[in-house]
């Protein structure tokens, strides 16, 4: 259906519920956390977001997720959603007068407080403080571009923030946009089974986790060391933090020297 965006949010649990039909229409669940994508390729959601915790998560409402097809907004009778670049050069531009009436379609459902960001390689690195941001938002509208990009206008116009996933360039934004949607969905309320393990985790203290030990209690001569053995939780937790401490110290000193000068 022209210009309706697929939801793939669900209003109640059904047992046998799969990824594919967490593909039906749902109307927006008052107060649940919604994520938008706007994408050339909405069969590539919910992905690997159909998945274990994110996916059960979705099942149960605890969030929604729509897609908005931009080939829906193309132009002519082809749909065409690019042009050449202005100035000449290679490949091709995703037109600002198809780019802007999905932003406006997906804007027109969103309630509350719902940042517009574009994935981009020239953005601004995603973080686990973004992650904790928008899952206090009431969602968040990803646009994934495609080509060479999309048209600088649009990107202006809608006051659209630009966020990487790293310093490398992948062929399109939908894979960001995943990996942010599934960093951001398990820091909702219910989401993780256990939310001692997002306070714990790497980046939420500024700091990379310790190590992780499981049994065997040796595994081709090698012993799980023996504090953790020892049931004596006070020496458990302070080699823990000193784990954590010279691992981000040697790893990341990049994240040392932030978290003992803080930044003014
Ligand atoms: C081939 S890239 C375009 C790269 C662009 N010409 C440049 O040099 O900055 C196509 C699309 O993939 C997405 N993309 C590529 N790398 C990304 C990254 N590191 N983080 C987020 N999105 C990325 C963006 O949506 C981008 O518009």
Redesign the pocket.
């Known amino acids: 259906m022209a210009n309706t965006p697929k939801s793939f949010g669900r209003k109640s649990i059904r047992a046998t519920m799969t990824p594919s039909s967490l593909m039906d229409e749902v109307p927006d669940l008052a107060g649940v956390w919604q994520a938008r994508v706007i994408t050339l390729f909405p069969d590539a959601f919910p992905g690997v977001l159909g998945e274990s915790l994110t996916g059960r998560a979705l099942q149960d409402g605890k969030w929604q997720l729509h897609t908005h097809n931009l080939r829906d907004f193309g132009l002519t009778k082809h749909k065409n959603v690019d042009d050449t670049p202005s100035g000449g050069g290679a490949?091709m531009v995703?037109r600002a007068d198809v780019v802007g009436p999905a932003i406006e379609a997906a804007n027109a459902h969103s309630k509350g407080r719902v940042p517009v960001v574009?994935?981009?390689?020239?953005?601004v690195p995603?973080t686990q403080k973004m992650a904790q941001s928008w899952a206090r938002c009431d969602g968040v509208t990803i646009?994934?571009?495609?080509?060479?990009?999309?048209d600088e206008r649009v990107l202006e116009h809608y006051n659209v923030m630009e966020?990487?996933?790293?310093?490398?360039?992948?062929?399109?934004?939908e894979?960001?946009a995943q990996a942010m949607i599934d960093a951001t969905v398990r820091l909702l309320p219910g989401v993780l089974g256990n939310a001692d393990s997002a306070v714990e985790e790497s980046h939420s203290n500024g700091l990379l986790e310790h190590p992780q030990y499981t049994r065997p209690a040796t595994w081709n001569g090698r012993d799980v060391p023996q504090v953790l053995m020892s049931g004596n939780h006070a020496k458990i937790e302070q080699w823990r933090q000193e784990m954590s401490e010279n691992l981000t110290q040697t790893r990341r000193p990049d994240l040392w020297a932030k978290r003992t000068k803080p930044e003014k």
Not at 118 to 123: A, E, I, L, N, V
Not at 163 to 171: P, W
């Open positions: 490949g995703l574009y994935m981009s390689p020239r953005g995603f646009l994934c571009g495609r080509f060479e990009g999309v966020v990487s996933l790293g310093d490398f360039v992948m062929t399109g934004g894979i960001a």
